[in-house]
């Protein structure tokens, strides 16, 4: 089977009913980057981190996939499907793709802040003072902050080099170094680049930008890369 590699971004929730991060409206209108989403937030004011996203998962707990979503899931039965995602969210998973990749972490795991390896699943969508890891240090988001290593980029490239078909949905492509991937895909692979607005990259011959929201975008896609 032929690899389909998709990076995907905040645009592939929204119309799950998650805000982006970088529209009129988006969570960086609302809050500072500084202020919640990096360590030295974490160590100036973990009340007002942990309350971030909290609230964020509380929100997401409340939506459901998309026809996006599932659109890749059905991808499957023609390609080898990988998902490299900068979501938090749990949404691919949950409409059942095999294989996702969080760049960025993932909302709905807590993470020791003494020992990073020991990751555990959340329960609830509350993460509070006081909720301890089993070597009794405070728990943190497992979040990837601005500043952070990327742990799982190493994968991302890999897995992107080997792309037959790279597809790049719902992402403004603003923050490095998941946007690097495009530059990893194989000399002349086909890029499909799925957003309503353009996003940062100049478009060469073997892109195709189709400009439409992630669920119209979808179909378009699957129409050009299968006979259905
Ligand atoms: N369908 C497809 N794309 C959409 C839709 C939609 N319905 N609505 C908006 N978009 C597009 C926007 O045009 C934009 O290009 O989704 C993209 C969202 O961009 P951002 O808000 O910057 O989100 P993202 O690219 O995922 O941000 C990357 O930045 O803040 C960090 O860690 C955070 O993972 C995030 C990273």
Redesign the pocket.
């Known amino acids: 089977m032929k690899k389909l590699v998709v990076l995907?971004?905040?645009?592939?929730s929204?119309?799950s009913g998650i805000?982006?991060?970088?529209?009129n409206g988006?969570?960086?209108d609302n809050f500072r980057?500084e202020d919640v989403?990096t360590p030295e937030a974490w160590q100036r004011n973990q009340e007002l981190v942990l309350d971030f996203y909290n609230q964020r998962r509380k929100q997401a707990a409340t939506v459901k996939p998309n026809a996006?979503h599932y659109a890749l899931v059905e991808l499957e039965k023609d390609f080898d499907v990988t998902i490299i995602?900068?979501?938090?969210d749990n949404l691919h998973e949950i409409a059942g793709s095999s294989n996702v990749i969080h760049?960025?972490?993932e909302l709905f795991k807590s993470r020791s802040t003494k020992n990073p390896d020991l990751v555990y699943e959340m329960s609830s969508w509350e993460l509070k003072t006081g909720d301890l890891c089993e070597l009794g240090s405070q728990l943190r988001p497992h979040?990837?902050w601005?500043g952070e290593e990327v742990p799982m980029m190493e994968i991302a490239m890999e897995v992107t080099e080997e792309a037959d078909i790279f597809v790049v949905?719902?992402?403004?492509?603003?923050?490095y170094p998941?946007?690097g991937l495009v530059h990893y895909v194989g000399a002349g692979k086909p890029i499909y680049i799925?957003?309503?607005?353009?996003?940062?990259i100049s478009l060469k011959s073997n892109m195709t930008f189709i400009q439409?929201?992630?669920?119209?975008?979808m179909e378009i896609l699957i129409k050009n890369i299968t006979n259905k």
């Open positions: 995907s971004g905040a645009g592939i929204a119309e805000s982006t991060f970088r529209d988006g969570l960086w980057i989403a996006a995602t900068q979501n938090v760049l960025h972490g979040i990837v601005f949905v719902g992402t403004s492509l603003a923050v998941a946007a799925i957003d309503p607005a353009k996003p940062d439409e929201k992630a669920t119209t975008g």
